[in-house]
């Protein structure tokens, strides 16, 4: 089964359409929903851990899932793995950070580009909250626009304490086979990383949200890689 995860900073409409598409040809697909409350008792990071938990909890004792991660949910992936009510085949990267231990965002921000980091969290220590694009804004990588529409309502945008949130540390990561598939120059940096350890790897050039633009391609893409790395 693959389960496709969410960034903490969209809703599950960013996976939806792939999840229609491997449903159309008879794949097994789950997309939990991520929730989460800023007034929770509990980090975010164990909102999203228990409500992934939550969602594979209602699949087959047997079942054996290959998760997916877009952006912000890739560097969180350690934490999924050890919610997991299910045993894990393979994990995927789509477009997004690599897992470090004991990270917070910033700090992977920072493993990525100090200085725009550091203008960051500037903004965010100003009252600013990120992401906040409007529909206009994201027509260069989304031609449709009720799609941009949809995904522009879909942000969840997030305060400087999401941002400072240290995740917590893991001993080791991966303990599965792992792809990497990217769209943007964005991730440049992880995509060559995840080269450097021997990943299988594609390549798309796009926007971050192709999975909204090009559901079958992004599909065939996830396919391909699985075969490649040899998830089963």
């Known amino acids: 089964m693959f389960v496709l995860i969410h960034s903490p900073l969209v809703g599950a409409f960013t996976w ?10 008879g794949i097994d697909v789950l997309v939990p929903h991520l929730r ?7 980090p975010y990071w164990k909102q999203h851990a228990d409500a992934f938990a ?7 004792p047997h079942t054996r899932v290959i998760l997916v ?8 992936l350690p934490i999924f793995r050890d919610a997991s009510p299910r045993l894990i085949a393979g994990y995927i990267f789509v477009d997004a950070g690599l897992p470090i231990s004991g990270a917070t965002y910033l700090d ?3 493993s990525e580009n100090v200085e725009r980091a550091r203008e960051f969290e500037k903004e965010l220590r100003a009252g600013a909250r990120f992401p906040t694009w409007s529909a206009d804004e994201l027509a260069e ?16 945008p997030r305060d400087l304490a999401f941002f400072q949130e240290r995740l917590p540390p893991f001993e080791y990561f991966p303990d599965a ?7 943007s120059e964005i991730y440049d940096r ?3 990383e995840a080269q450097t350890r021997g990943w299988a790897f594609r390549h798309i050039p796009a926007g971050h949200f192709h999975m909204l633009v090009d559901p079958i391609g992004v599909t065939d893409s996830l396919l391909d890689l699985t075969r490649t790395a040899k998830i089963q």
């Open 16 to 25: 939806s359409r792939v999840a229609e598409e491997m449903q159309r040809r």
């Open 36 to 42: 989460d409350s800023e007034n929770a008792n509990a």
């Open 54 to 60: 939550h969602a594979l909890a209602a699949t087959p």
């Open 69 to 76: 991660a877009h952006s912000g949910a890739g560097p969180r």
């Open 108 to 110: 992977l921000f920072a």
């Open 141 to 156: 990588i989304i031609p449709d626009a009720l799609t941009r529409e949809t995904l522009a309502k879909d942000l969840r």
């Open 177 to 183: 086979p792992c792809g990497y598939l990217q769209f």
């Open 190 to 192: 992880p995509a060559r």
